[in-house]
């Protein structure tokens, strides 16, 4: 590393390496998933599992806990935005199914 | 990035970062930041839309669905996720290179995250000349011959094909990145390392999404 380097701090890999490697074991469990649950397990599971490997990308790689204020706000109301979606066109469903 | 670096990248005589009409870098970095995630959450929604569209249509036929997603490679799109998974990992350790001035060690890192998504490509093109091999596409000759299998083989092809063009995209501007740097060309403190590193994580993100819903959610 250069003068410059050292002036300007360590490079920090630890961190998003146990990201990386949370994120693949949440993949091996989805696979396995894939090969061997079954039914509701396979479905939730692999969903629920999906779910751990974006909050370790977000939170882990991505260091969204480091953004400022406004930027939690903007990624907040996208998740708003889509969960609105989403209850809405179900709630929609659920009433045709009736 | 901190305030050492912007102070290190001065010394070590790279360009200059900051941009009009910006008085200094941290508020141009914060700027273009918001910027880039009011454009990810444009993309969230655009993909949310299709995932709820997706997730309505097997609301209403999940066993077609099961019968449809069972003709999906698992082992194609597994290996696809450890690809772009790991690329993530090297964009995020190419900024973390980058915040700690080791321009040489953020190029390499920026080229092999830019390898990684073009292996990812690659893969993507066999799988797709597989799924070709098997009629599984939607049209006269589809394999399946049911309307729900049709549906889930449309949105199958729409889903990973926008996916897969999001994925060129990002793969081009960290080629550029990494051309840049490799030159001297791009300064470490450069605004342009973090959003192009955000827009990577967000393709990722859609994969991480797109792998368990296509691929095994519905295997029975």
Not at chain 1, 68 to 83: D, E, N, P, Q
Not at chain 2, 18 to 33: C, D, G, H, I, N
Not at chain 2, 48 to 65: H, I, K, N, P, Q
Not at chain 2, 79 to 86: C, M, P, Y
């Amino acid at each position: 590393m250069s003068e410059a380097g050292r002036k300007a701090g360590a490079f920090h890999w630890r961190g998003p390496t146990i990201a990386w490697a949370i994120m693949i074991s949440a993949l091996v469990l989805i696979v396995l998933l894939g090969l061997y649950g079954g039914g509701a397990l396979r479905f939730y599971g692999a969903l629920a599992l999906a779910a751990v490997m974006l909050l370790t990308l977000a939170f882990g790689l991505v260091g969204l806990g480091r953004e400022s204020a406004l930027t939690r706000l903007v990624g907040g109301a996208a998740f708003l935005f889509i969960a609105l979606m989403f209850f809405l066109s179900f709630a929609d469903l659920l009433t045709r199914l009736r | 990035m901190t305030g050492a670096a912007l102070e290190s990248a001065k010394g070590a005589g790279l360009p200059d970062a900051l941009r009009e009409p910006w008085s200094e870098l941290p508020r141009q970095q914060e700027a273009a930041t918001l910027g880039m995630w009011l454009f990810l959450m444009s993309e969230m929604l655009f993909f949310g839309a299709v995932f709820m569209a997706f997730s309505f249509t097997r609301a209403l036929d999940g066993e077609a669905f099961a019968r449809a997603a069972r003709e999906t490679a698992l082992w194609y799109g597994a290996s696809n996720t450890l690809i772009l998974v790991t690329s993530s990992l090297t964009i995020t350790l190419a900024i973390r290179a980058a915040g700690a001035a080791d321009n040489t060690l953020a190029t390499r890192l920026l080229a092999v995250t830019a390898l990684l998504g073009l292996a990812f490509l690659v893969v993507k093109g066999f799988e797709y000349r597989d799924d070709l091999d098997h009629h599984l596409y939607p049209g006269a000759d589809f394999a399946l011959g049911q309307n729900a299998a049709l549906i889930f083989w449309s949105f199958y092809w729409i889903m990973t094909g926008v996916h897969a063009i999001h994925l060129a995209i990002g793969i081009g501007l960290v080629t550029r990145l990494a051309w840049l740097m490799g030159r001297g060309r791009l300064s470490f403190a450069s605004p342009q390392l973090e959003v192009t590193s955000l827009y990577w994580h967000l393709v990722d993100a859609f994969w991480v999404v797109l792998f368990p819903v296509l691929y095994v959610a519905g295997r029975g």
